[in-house]
Nanobody
């Protein structure tokens, strides 16, 4: 059983930065592609970024490319998302997830999900 726990969300002004983290339980973390998603009220869950097991490959959504950076620490079973130049439209609940199979950008490829952490960007 895999458990994912996000943390680090909060309130930040537009233009600011925030780093959210995802602590994972279980031995499989270092062998799995991990991803970050977000969901704003009334909208579908949106892919943001994903990273391969040894961090050799990353994928980003066009909406966050150049502003958000995904990384991982396999020794600490932790996934990170550094978010820079935040905009009010980045306001959402942010989720981490573990890929079970399929394309890294597809929500349906992920099985285990965290409970989410709220990020609010004020204008």
């Amino acid at each position: 059983q895999v458990q994912l726990v996000e943390s680090g969300g909060g309130l930040v002004q537009a233009g600011g930065s925030l780093r959210v983290s995802c602590a994972a339980s279980g031995r499989a973390f270092s062998t799995k592609i991990m991803g970050w998603f977000r969901q704003a009220p009334g909208k579908e869950r949106e892919f943001l970024a994903a990273i391969s097991p040894i961090a050799g490959t990353t994928w980003y959504a066009d909406s966050v490319k150049g502003r958000f950076y995904i990384s991982r620490d396999n020794g600490k079973n932790t996934l990170f998302l550094q978010m820079n130049s935040l905009k009010p439209e980045d306001t959402a609940v942010y989720y981490c997830a573990q890929l079970i199979g399929g394309p890294a950008r597809a929500t349906s490829s992920y099985d285990y999900w965290g409970q989410g952490t709220q990020v609010t960007v004020s204008s």
